[in-house]
C-alpha cells in the first residue's frame, strides 16, 4: 500500500495520506489470503533508493520500493475531503504490467471508516483498526512522519495520552524512548498499553508482548508472542520469519526450517527467509537441502554474493574447509565491498582450516588491502593478529611488541594502545600474569579489550571473588552478557572449569548459533569436566569466521578448536579423526605454548602414531 494523495483544497488534511496507508496495512494483517507489506518496511527500502518529500503521493514516490521488497500488486489511491465526509478511491496495479486490475469506492464520516471499507472489498477478513479515534490517529501519523525524534516524541506522546490502547502508538513511542536511552521509559510505556490488551487484536496485544519480553530478555514470553502473531497473521512472511529466528537461536533446527520455508513459499522474494533456511538445513544436518535453497536465493538475486559467502559457511559447518574457501573467494570477487572485504578473510580462515598455511596468508593479504585503508595505522596489528593465529606466534608477538612502543599522533597511539592491549591477553595465554598486568596498563583508554584485559590481569582470585569482581565491572541487568563472557574468560584462565561450565552454557544458549567462540569455550569445560559427549555435540561444526576482523581473544578458540576435537574424538574411540586434528593443531599453534600444555600434549598423541 501506497501513501494516499490528498485532493481536497485543504492542504491540512494532507496527514490523512499516510493514515490510509497505516489503516490499510494494519488492518489486511490478519487476512489469511493477503499481505500488506508493512510501511515500515517499504520507507526503509525507500530511504535505500533516496531521500523523497516525506508527505509526496506514494504512486509518485514509493512505486520503486514496492518493486523492491517483491509486491504481487500496488496499492495507491487518492482522497477527497467533502464538509464532513472523506470520499476515497483505491487502485491495485500489477507492477509488472503497470495494468489496474481492481478498482474500488469508499466514503465514510472519517478516514478510519473510509478506510475501513476499502480493506473490506480487498478482504472481507480485514480486522478493524486499532483506534477508533482521529485526534490520537492524527499524532501518530505526525509522529511518524516527523523530521526529528524530537520533533516526533511529543506527537507520538500526544497520540497515547489521546488513546492509551493505541498499540502502534505506543510501539512507536517505546522505540523513540530506547533510542534516547530511556529503556525504563519505553518498557513503561509498552505495559501501560498492555493494561488495555482486551480492547486489541491478538496480534496487537502479541506485538507489544514480544517487545516487553525482548526488552526484558523473556525468551518463553518471546516465543508465545511470536507464535501469537503467526497464528493470527498466517499470510504475513515476517511474522514466520520472526518464529524461525526464534526457533533458530534455541537451536530447534528442524522447527525453524520449516518457519522460513513457509516465509519463502509466502513471499518467493524475500532472501532472508531463504538464506536463514539455508542456514537451518545445514545446522540440522541436511547439507543438499541447505544448498538447494541457495540456489533458490542465487536465482532469486543473481547479483547478489551473499547466497554464495552462505554457500561457503554451511559448507564449513558441515566440515568442508577446503571447498568453502572458493565460494568466499567468489563472493569477494562478485561484490569487492560486500563486508568491507571480509570474505577474503573468512577464505583465508577456511584455507588454514583445510591446513593450507601459505594460500592462507595470500588470501590474508587479500582482506587487508580490500579492508584497510592504504597506509592504514591499524593493518599492521591485524597482520601480526594473523600471524599469532596461523602458527608464528614468536614473530607475531615482537611485532605486536614494535607496535605497543609507537609514539606520534593520534592514530599511533591508538594503534599503540590496541597492540598493548592484544599483548596483555597474549601474556595471559602464555601464563605471564605480570606481565599481562604491564601491558594491561599501558593499553588504558584503548576500548573495551583494554579494558577487558586490565580486569582479567588482576590479582589471582577464587572462582567466587571472580565472580564479585565481574559483577562490579558489568552491574546493570542489560550487561549480563558482557558479564558472562569477561566471567568466563577469567574462570577458564585461573582452571576453575566447574564454575566456568554454567557461566559459559548461558552464554552458548544467548548466543547466536554462528557465533564460532562459545561453542568452543563450552566444549573445554566439557572435556575438562569429563563430560566428552557435550563437548562432541557443541563441536559437531566447524566455526563460521567473523569477517569484521580477528577478535582480541580469537587466539582463546583458534586453532584450539582442533585440540578439543582431537581429544573428544580420542575419548570416543575415532582415533584416525583424532590424530588428523591433534596434527591440524599443531601447525596452526606453532611455536609458542600456552599455558596449559595442549600442544605438547598434543605432541605425545601424534608422536606415536
Given at each position: 500500500?501506497?501513501?494516499?494523495?490528498?485532493?481536497?483544497?485543504?492542504?491540512?488534511?494532507?496527514?490523512?495520506?499516510?493514515?490510509?496507508?497505516?489503516?490499510?496495512?494494519?488492518?489486511?494483517?490478519?487476512?489469511?489470503?493477503?499481505?500488506?507489506?508493512?510501511?515500515?518496511?517499504?520507507?526503509?527500502?525507500?530511504?535505500?533508493?533516496?531521500?523523497?518529500?516525506?508527505?509526496?503521493?506514494?504512486?509518485?514516490?514509493?512505486?520503486?520500493?514496492?518493486?523492491?521488497?517483491?509486491?504481487?500488486?500496488?496499492?495507491?489511491?487518492?482522497?477527497?475531503?467533502?464538509?464532513?465526509?472523506?470520499?476515497?478511491?483505491?487502485?491495485?496495479?500489477?507492477?509488472?504490467?503497470?495494468?489496474?486490475?481492481?478498482?474500488?469506492?469508499?466514503?465514510?464520516?472519517?478516514?478510519?471508516?473510509?478506510?475501513?471499507?476499502?480493506?473490506?472489498?480487498?478482504?472481507?477478513?480485514?480486522?478493524?483498526?486499532?483506534?477508533?479515534?482521529?485526534?490520537?490517529?492524527?499524532?501518530?501519523?505526525?509522529?511518524?512522519?516527523?523530521?526529528?525524534?524530537?520533533?516526533?516524541?511529543?506527537?507520538?506522546?500526544?497520540?497515547?495520552?489521546?488513546?492509551?490502547?493505541?498499540?502502534?502508538?505506543?510501539?512507536?513511542?517505546?522505540?523513540?524512548?530506547?533510542?534516547q536511552g530511556d529503556r525504563a521509559g519505553g518498557i513503561e510505556c509498552l505495559n501501560r498499553a498492555l493494561a488495555r490488551?482486551?480492547?486489541?487484536?491478538?496480534?496487537?496485544?502479541?506485538?507489544?508482548?514480544?517487545?516487553?519480553?525482548?526488552?526484558?530478555?523473556?525468551?518463553?514470553?518471546?516465543?508465545?508472542?511470536?507464535?501469537?502473531?503467526?497464528?493470527?497473521?498466517?499470510?504475513?512472511?515476517?511474522?514466520?520469519?520472526?518464529?524461525?529466528?526464534?526457533?533458530?537461536?534455541?537451536?530447534?533446527?528442524?522447527?525453524?526450517?520449516?518457519?522460513?520455508?513457509?516465509?519463502?513459499?509466502?513471499?518467493?522474494?524475500?532472501?532472508?527467509?531463504?538464506?536463514?533456511?539455508?542456514?537451518?538445513?545445514?545446522?540440522?544436518?541436511?547439507?543438499?537441502e541447505a544448498i538447494a535453497t541457495l540456489k533458490r536465493y542465487q536465482a532469486v538475486k543473481p547479483s547478489d554474493p551473499n547466497p554464495i559467502d552462505s554457500m561457503g559457511d554451511v559448507q564449513?559447518?558441515?566440515?568442508?574447509?577446503?571447498?568453502?574457501?572458493?565460494?568466499?573467494?567468489?563472493?569477494?570477487?562478485?561484490?569487492?565491498?560486500?563486508?568491507?572485504?571480509?570474505?577474503?578473510?573468512?577464505?583465508?580462515?577456511?584455507?588454514?582450516?583445510?591446513?593450507?598455511?601459505?594460500?592462507?596468508?595470500?588470501?590474508?593479504?587479500?582482506?587487508?588491502?580490500?579492508?584497510?585503508?592504504?597506509?592504514?595505522?591499524?593493518?599492521?596489528?591485524?597482520?601480526?593478529?594473523?600471524?599469532?593465529?596461523?602458527?608464528?606466534?614468536?614473530?607475531?608477538?615482537?611485532?605486536?611488541?614494535?607496535?605497543?612502543?609507537?609514539?606520534?599522533?593520534?592514530?599511533?597511539?591508538?594503534?599503540?594502545?590496541?597492540?598493548?592491549?592484544?599483548?596483555?591477553?597474549?601474556?595471559?595465554?602464555?601464563?605471564?600474569?605480570?606481565?599481562?598486568?604491564?601491558?594491561?596498563?599501558?593499553?588504558?583508554?584503548?576500548?573495551?579489550?583494554?579494558?577487558?584485559?586490565?580486569?582479567?590481569?588482576?590479582?589471582?582470585?577464587?572462582?567466587?571473588?571472580?565472580?564479585?569482581?565481574?559483577?562490579?565491572?558489568?552491574?546493570?541487568?542489560?550487561?549480563?552478557?558482557?558479564?558472562?563472557?569477561?566471567?568466563?574468560?577469567?574462570?577458564?584462565?585461573?582452571?576453575?572449569?566447574?564454575?566456568?561450565?554454567?557461566?559459559?552454557?548461558?552464554?552458548?544458549?544467548?548466543?547466536?548459533?554462528?557465533?564460532?567462540?562459545?561453542?568452543?569455550?563450552?566444549?573445554?569445560?566439557?572435556?575438562?569436566?569429563?563430560?566428552?559427549?557435550?563437548?562432541?555435540?557443541?563441536?559437531?561444526?566447524?566455526?563460521?569466521?567473523?569477517?569484521?576482523?580477528?577478535?582480541?581473544?580469537?587466539?582463546?578458540?583458534?586453532?584450539?578448536?582442533?585440540?578439543?576435537?582431537?581429544?573428544?574424538?580420542?575419548?570416543?574411540?575415532?582415533?584416525?579423526?583424532?590424530?588428523?586434528?591433534?596434527?591440524?593443531?599443531?601447525?596452526?599453534?606453532?611455536?609458542?605454548?600456552?599455558?596449559?600444555?595442549?600442544?605438547?600434549?598434543?605432541?605425545?598423541?601424534?608422536?606415536?602414531?
Amino acid at each position: 500500500m501506497l501513501r494516499f494523495e490528498n485532493l481536497s483544497p485543504d492542504a491540512a488534511d494532507g496527514w490523512m495520506g499516510r493514515a490510509f496507508q497505516e489503516i490499510l496495512d494494519a488492518e489486511l494483517e490478519g487476512a489469511p489470503d493477503v499481505y500488506a507489506i508493512s510501511s515500515s518496511r517499504l520507507l526503509a527500502m525507500d530511504r535505500a533508493l533516496g531521500a523523497r518529500p516525506v508527505a509526496a503521493p506514494g504512486i509518485s514516490t514509493e512505486q520503486a520500493a514496492a518493486l523492491s521488497t517483491g509486491a504481487t500488486r500496488i496499492g495507491y489511491g487518492e482522497y477527497t475531503v467533502r464538509g464532513t465526509r472523506v470520499e476515497a478511491r483505491l487502485s491495485l496495479a500489477d507492477p509488472q504490467t503497470g495494468k489496474t486490475v481492481a478498482a474500488f469506492d469508499a466514503g465514510a464520516g472519517d478516514v478510519i471508516a473510509a478506510a475501513g471499507a476499502l480493506a473490506r472489498r480487498i478482504s472481507p477478513a480485514a480486522q478493524p483498526y486499532t483506534t477508533n479515534s482521529l485526534p490520537a490517529l492524527r499524532a501518530y501519523v505526525e509522529a511518524l512522519e516527523a523530521g526529528t525524534p524530537a520533533e516526533a516524541v511529543p506527537r507520538a506522546e500526544a497520540a497515547v495520552a489521546t488513546d492509551p490502547g493505541f498499540a502502534p502508538a505506543a510501539r512507536l513511542l517505546a522505540g523513540l524512548k530506547l533510542a534516547q536511552g530511556d529503556r525504563a521509559g519505553g518498557i513503561e510505556c509498552l505495559n501501560r498499553a498492555l493494561a488495555r490488551a482486551a480492547q486489541m487484536p491478538a496480534a496487537e496485544q502479541a506485538r507489544l508482548r514480544l517487545e516487553v519480553a525482548t526488552l526484558e530478555n523473556q525468551a518463553a514470553a518471546r516465543r508465545q508472542a511470536l507464535a501469537v502473531i503467526a497464528a493470527a497473521e498466517p499470510a504475513n512472511p515476517e511474522a514466520w520469519i520472526g518464529l524461525g529466528n526464534a526457533a533458530f537461536g534455541r537451536r530447534e533446527y528442524g522447527a525453524a526450517q520449516q518457519a522460513f520455508h513457509k516465509a519463502a513459499d509466502l513471499d518467493p522474494q524475500q532472501p532472508a527467509a531463504l538464506n536463514q533456511e539455508a542456514y537451518a538445513a545445514a545446522f540440522g544436518g541436511h547439507l543438499d537441502e541447505a544448498i538447494a535453497t541457495l540456489k533458490r536465493y542465487q536465482a532469486v538475486k543473481p547479483s547478489d554474493p551473499n547466497p554464495i559467502d552462505s554457500m561457503g559457511d554451511v559448507q564449513l559447518l558441515a566440515g568442508h574447509a577446503r571447498e568453502a574457501e572458493p565460494f568466499y573467494v567468489q563472493a569477494a570477487k562478485l561484490d569487492p565491498h560486500f563486508l568491507n572485504g571480509g570474505d577474503w578473510l573468512k577464505a583465508a580462515m577456511a584455507g588454514l582450516m583445510a591446513g593450507d598455511v601459505a594460500g592462507a596468508d595470500a588470501l590474508s593479504e587479500n582482506y587487508a588491502r580490500a579492508h584497510f585503508p592504504a597506509g592504514s595505522a591499524s593493518s599492521p596489528v591485524y597482520r601480526a593478529q594473523w600471524r599469532f593465529l596461523s602458527g608464528r606466534r614468536r614473530e607475531a608477538y615482537a611485532e605486536m611488541e614494535a607496535l605497543a612502543h609507537l609514539t606520534g599522533d593520534g592514530a599511533q597511539r591508538a594503534v599503540a594502545g590496541e597492540a598493548s592491549a592484544q599483548l596483555a591477553i597474549w601474556d595471559l595465554y602464555l601464563g605471564d600474569r605480570a606481565t599481562a598486568s604491564a601491558h594491561a596498563r599501558a593499553a588504558m583508554g584503548a576500548g573495551q579489550a583494554a579494558v577487558l584485559a586490565e580486569f582479567l590481569s588482576g590479582p589471582p582470585a577464587s572462582a567466587g571473588e571472580w565472580s564479585a569482581r565481574a559483577e562490579k565491572l558489568a552491574p546493570r541487568p542489560e550487561q549480563s552478557g558482557a558479564r558472562d563472557f569477561v566471567l568466563a574468560q577469567a574462570l577458564l584462565l585461573g582452571g576453575y572449569f566447574d564454575a566456568a561450565l554454567p557461566v559459559l552454557s548461558r552464554t552458548y544458549d544467548a548466543a547466536t548459533p554462528t557465533d564460532p567462540e562459545p561453542p568452543v569455550l563450552l566444549a573445554w569445560a566439557y572435556l575438562e569436566t569429563g563430560q566428552t559427549a557435550g563437548a562432541a555435540a557443541v563441536l559437531k561444526f566447524l566455526p563460521i569466521p567473523e569477517p569484521t576482523g580477528i577478535d582480541a581473544f580469537e587466539a582463546g578458540w583458534f586453532p584450539r578448536v582442533f585440540y578439543l576435537k582431537a581429544e573428544a574424538a580420542e575419548k570416543l574411540g575415532r582415533m584416525d579423526e583424532a590424530r588428523a586434528d591433534y596434527t591440524l593443531f599443531l601447525k596452526l599453534s606453532g611455536d609458542l605454548a600456552f599455558h596449559w600444555g595442549e600442544e605438547a600434549k598434543a605432541k605425545e598423541k601424534t608422536a606415536g602414531k
